[in-house]
Protein backbone atom coordinates (compact mmCIF):
# COMPACT_ATOMS: atom_id res chain seq x y z
CA UNK A 1 0.00 0.00 0.00
CA UNK A 2 1.31 3.41 -1.00
CA UNK A 3 1.42 6.22 1.92
CA UNK A 4 -1.19 8.72 0.98
CA UNK A 5 0.31 12.25 0.76
CA UNK A 6 1.56 14.32 4.08
CA UNK A 7 -1.22 16.93 5.33
CA UNK A 8 -1.07 19.30 7.86
CA UNK A 9 1.55 22.00 8.63
CA UNK A 10 3.44 20.91 5.18
CA UNK A 11 0.33 21.99 2.84
CA UNK A 12 -0.37 24.92 4.96
CA UNK A 13 2.81 26.30 3.96
CA UNK A 14 2.73 25.18 0.60
CA UNK A 15 -1.04 27.50 0.45
CA UNK A 16 1.50 30.32 1.31
CA UNK A 17 3.81 29.66 -1.18
CA UNK A 18 1.42 29.51 -3.82
CA UNK A 19 0.10 32.71 -2.44
CA UNK A 20 3.12 34.40 -2.42
CA UNK A 21 4.12 33.78 -5.94
CA UNK A 22 0.91 35.03 -7.38
CA UNK A 23 1.19 38.12 -5.61
CA UNK A 24 1.97 41.49 -6.98
CA UNK A 25 0.85 44.23 -8.59
CA UNK A 26 -2.21 43.72 -11.46
CA UNK A 27 -2.31 44.48 -15.20
CA UNK A 28 -5.59 45.90 -14.84
CA UNK A 29 -9.17 44.89 -16.42
CA UNK A 30 -9.22 42.64 -19.16
CA UNK A 31 -8.91 45.08 -22.30
CA UNK A 32 -5.77 44.07 -24.42
CA UNK A 33 -5.62 40.56 -22.72
CA UNK A 34 -3.86 37.87 -24.66
CA UNK A 35 -6.05 34.50 -25.35
CA UNK A 36 -3.84 32.82 -23.34
CA UNK A 37 -4.54 34.96 -19.88
CA UNK A 38 -8.60 34.86 -21.55
CA UNK A 39 -7.94 31.10 -21.13
CA UNK A 40 -7.35 31.51 -17.73
CA UNK A 41 -10.77 33.04 -17.03
CA UNK A 42 -12.40 30.30 -19.15
CA UNK A 43 -10.62 27.39 -19.98
CA UNK A 44 -11.60 24.91 -22.99
CA UNK A 45 -10.01 21.58 -23.43
CA UNK A 46 -7.14 20.68 -24.95
CA UNK A 47 -6.97 18.41 -28.40
CA UNK A 48 -4.89 15.00 -28.14
CA UNK A 49 -3.39 13.83 -31.48
CA UNK A 50 -1.39 10.64 -30.28
CA UNK A 51 1.13 11.53 -27.43
CA UNK A 52 0.76 15.16 -28.16
CA UNK A 53 -1.53 17.53 -25.75
CA UNK A 54 -2.67 21.03 -27.93
CA UNK A 55 -3.45 24.52 -26.11
CA UNK A 56 -4.18 26.70 -28.81
CA UNK A 57 -5.25 29.59 -26.58
CA UNK A 58 -2.59 29.03 -24.61
CA UNK A 59 0.08 28.43 -27.59
CA UNK A 60 1.77 25.27 -25.65
CA UNK A 61 2.09 22.08 -26.38
CA UNK A 62 2.99 18.90 -24.17
CA UNK A 63 3.79 15.58 -25.73
CA UNK A 64 4.29 12.27 -23.27
CA UNK A 65 7.87 11.39 -23.31
CA UNK A 66 9.18 7.76 -24.27
CA UNK A 67 10.89 7.08 -21.29
CA UNK A 68 9.88 7.67 -17.79
CA UNK A 69 11.20 6.08 -14.57
CA UNK A 70 9.23 7.75 -12.04
CA UNK A 71 5.91 9.48 -13.60
CA UNK A 72 4.37 6.79 -14.80
CA UNK A 73 1.07 8.63 -16.49
CA UNK A 74 0.45 12.22 -17.49
CA UNK A 75 -2.97 13.86 -18.58
CA UNK A 76 -4.50 17.02 -18.87
CA UNK A 77 -6.08 18.47 -15.76
CA UNK A 78 -9.13 19.45 -14.41
CA UNK A 79 -8.26 23.16 -14.99
CA UNK A 80 -9.73 23.95 -12.03
CA UNK A 81 -8.02 26.86 -10.21
CA UNK A 82 -5.71 26.02 -7.23
CA UNK A 83 -6.58 28.00 -4.28
CA UNK A 84 -7.30 31.60 -4.80
CA UNK A 85 -4.23 32.42 -6.72
CA UNK A 86 -5.85 31.62 -9.55
CA UNK A 87 -2.94 28.96 -10.60
CA UNK A 88 -4.86 26.91 -13.37
CA UNK A 89 -3.58 23.06 -14.00
CA UNK A 90 -2.72 22.23 -17.19
CA UNK A 91 -0.95 18.71 -17.61
CA UNK A 92 -0.58 16.86 -14.64
CA UNK A 93 2.10 13.61 -14.63
CA UNK A 94 1.62 11.09 -11.69
CA UNK A 95 3.40 8.19 -10.06
CA UNK A 96 -0.05 6.08 -10.72
CA UNK A 97 -3.22 5.44 -12.19
CA UNK A 98 -3.60 5.32 -15.78
CA UNK A 99 -4.03 8.77 -17.42
CA UNK A 100 -5.63 9.60 -21.06
CA UNK A 101 -1.68 8.58 -22.74
CA UNK A 102 -2.02 4.95 -21.85
CA UNK A 103 -6.08 4.46 -22.27
CA UNK A 104 -4.92 3.81 -26.05
CA UNK A 105 -1.39 2.44 -25.93
CA UNK A 106 -0.87 -1.24 -27.23
CA UNK A 107 1.95 -1.57 -23.89
CA UNK A 108 0.73 -1.01 -20.80
CA UNK A 109 3.77 -0.88 -18.95
CA UNK A 110 6.67 1.03 -19.40
CA UNK A 111 9.95 -0.78 -19.30
CA UNK A 112 12.26 2.07 -18.00
CA UNK A 113 9.82 2.42 -15.28
CA UNK A 114 11.00 2.02 -11.67
CA UNK A 115 9.70 -0.66 -9.47
CA UNK A 116 7.24 0.67 -6.86
CA UNK A 117 8.51 0.53 -3.48
CA UNK A 118 6.50 -0.63 -0.73
CA UNK A 119 4.99 2.52 1.32
CA UNK A 120 6.07 4.73 -1.19
CA UNK A 121 4.06 8.51 -1.30
CA UNK A 122 2.28 9.11 -4.50
CA UNK A 123 3.61 12.33 -5.84
CA UNK A 124 2.79 14.26 -9.22
CA UNK A 125 4.42 16.93 -11.40
CA UNK A 126 1.77 19.64 -12.57
CA UNK A 127 2.14 22.55 -15.02
CA UNK A 128 0.42 24.97 -14.30
CA UNK A 129 -0.65 28.83 -16.10
CA UNK A 130 -1.53 32.20 -14.16
CA UNK A 131 -1.74 36.01 -15.05
CA UNK A 132 1.41 37.74 -15.19
CA UNK A 133 1.36 39.86 -11.87
CA UNK A 134 5.42 40.91 -11.68
CA UNK A 135 8.39 40.97 -13.76
CA UNK A 136 9.61 37.65 -13.29
CA UNK A 137 13.61 38.85 -14.44
CA UNK A 138 17.39 38.72 -12.28
CA UNK A 139 15.58 41.45 -10.27
CA UNK A 140 12.72 39.43 -9.09
CA UNK A 141 14.60 37.07 -7.31
CA UNK A 142 15.25 38.68 -3.89
CA UNK A 143 11.39 39.30 -4.00
CA UNK A 144 10.93 36.06 -4.55
CA UNK A 145 13.29 34.47 -2.02
CA UNK A 146 12.02 36.98 0.75
CA UNK A 147 8.85 36.03 0.24
CA UNK A 148 9.76 31.99 0.34
CA UNK A 149 11.32 32.93 3.68
CA UNK A 150 8.49 34.46 5.22
CA UNK A 151 6.35 31.62 4.36
CA UNK A 152 8.61 29.18 6.49
CA UNK A 153 10.43 27.42 3.64
CA UNK A 154 14.20 27.15 3.09
CA UNK A 155 15.61 28.11 0.09
CA UNK A 156 18.02 25.82 -1.27
CA UNK A 157 17.84 26.90 -4.24
CA UNK A 158 16.90 30.26 -6.29
CA UNK A 159 18.38 31.34 -9.44
CA UNK A 160 17.25 33.17 -13.01
CA UNK A 161 17.65 30.89 -16.11
CA UNK A 162 17.74 32.09 -19.29
CA UNK A 163 18.31 28.90 -21.38
CA UNK A 164 16.67 25.64 -19.15
CA UNK A 165 15.26 23.30 -21.13
CA UNK A 166 14.55 25.80 -24.23
CA UNK A 167 12.52 28.38 -21.59
CA UNK A 168 13.67 31.29 -19.68
CA UNK A 169 12.42 31.64 -16.15
CA UNK A 170 13.03 31.55 -12.24
CA UNK A 171 14.30 28.03 -11.04
CA UNK A 172 13.86 27.73 -7.32
CA UNK A 173 14.20 24.44 -5.20
CA UNK A 174 12.83 24.84 -1.48
CA UNK A 175 12.40 22.78 1.51
CA UNK A 176 9.57 22.51 3.97
CA UNK A 177 11.13 22.64 7.39
CA UNK A 178 10.11 20.84 10.89
CA UNK A 179 9.81 23.74 13.40
CA UNK A 180 10.88 21.41 16.33
CA UNK A 181 14.06 19.64 14.63
CA UNK A 182 14.95 22.35 12.08
CA UNK A 183 15.25 19.59 9.56
CA UNK A 184 13.72 19.67 6.15
CA UNK A 185 10.37 17.12 5.58
CA UNK A 186 9.58 17.89 1.71
CA UNK A 187 11.43 18.96 -0.44
CA UNK A 188 9.70 21.40 -3.70
CA UNK A 189 11.05 21.68 -7.41
CA UNK A 190 9.67 25.12 -9.34
CA UNK A 191 10.32 26.91 -12.55
CA UNK A 192 8.69 29.85 -13.70
CA UNK A 193 8.47 30.92 -16.98
CA UNK A 194 6.39 33.79 -18.52
CA UNK A 195 5.13 34.58 -21.96
CA UNK A 196 3.33 37.99 -23.06
CA UNK A 197 1.16 38.88 -19.87
CA UNK A 198 0.44 35.09 -18.45
CA UNK A 199 3.03 33.06 -16.42
CA UNK A 200 3.64 28.75 -16.73
CA UNK A 201 4.78 27.24 -13.79
CA UNK A 202 6.36 23.73 -13.54
CA UNK A 203 5.95 22.55 -9.83
CA UNK A 204 7.10 19.16 -7.78
CA UNK A 205 6.62 17.92 -4.38
CA UNK A 206 8.03 14.82 -2.52
CA UNK A 207 9.48 13.89 0.82
CA UNK A 208 12.99 14.89 1.28
CA UNK A 209 15.04 12.31 0.68
CA UNK A 210 13.39 11.13 -1.88
CA UNK A 211 15.49 8.10 -3.87
CA UNK A 212 13.60 7.79 -7.00
CA UNK A 213 14.47 9.49 -10.49
CA UNK A 214 12.48 12.71 -10.21
CA UNK A 215 15.29 14.79 -11.34
CA UNK A 216 15.38 12.79 -14.50
CA UNK A 217 12.04 12.75 -15.39
CA UNK A 218 11.58 16.44 -14.11
CA UNK A 219 14.02 17.15 -17.33
CA UNK A 220 12.33 15.05 -20.37
CA UNK A 221 9.17 16.41 -19.11
CA UNK A 222 9.84 20.51 -18.81
CA UNK A 223 11.44 19.00 -22.31
CA UNK A 224 8.01 18.46 -23.47
CA UNK A 225 6.29 21.16 -22.40
CA UNK A 226 6.89 23.43 -25.35
CA UNK A 227 5.48 26.47 -26.83
CA UNK A 228 3.93 25.71 -30.27
CA UNK A 229 5.25 25.77 -33.63
CA UNK A 230 4.99 29.73 -34.81
CA UNK A 231 4.77 30.82 -31.17
CA UNK A 232 7.06 33.15 -30.18
CA UNK A 233 8.73 33.03 -26.57
Known amino acids: MRATKAIGTGVIVIGALL ?3 AGGCKNGGGKGKSAAAQWIEHPTPGTKDG ?20 FKTCDEASHS ?8 PVVTCRSGS ?30 Y ?6 PLDERALAWFENNYKQAGLHVEDISYQHDYQKKSGIYAKLHVMDKDSGTPTREIVQFMFPREDVVFVARMEYPFGESRSVDQDWTRLLWNFDWMSGVAQ
Do not use: C, H, M
Open 19 to 21: AVS
Open 51 to 70: AVLKFEDLGVQFERPETLYV
Open 129 to 134: VTEKTR
Open 98 to 127: AGAFESDAEESEDPFAEEEVDGAEAIDLTF
Open 81 to 88: PDGANKWI
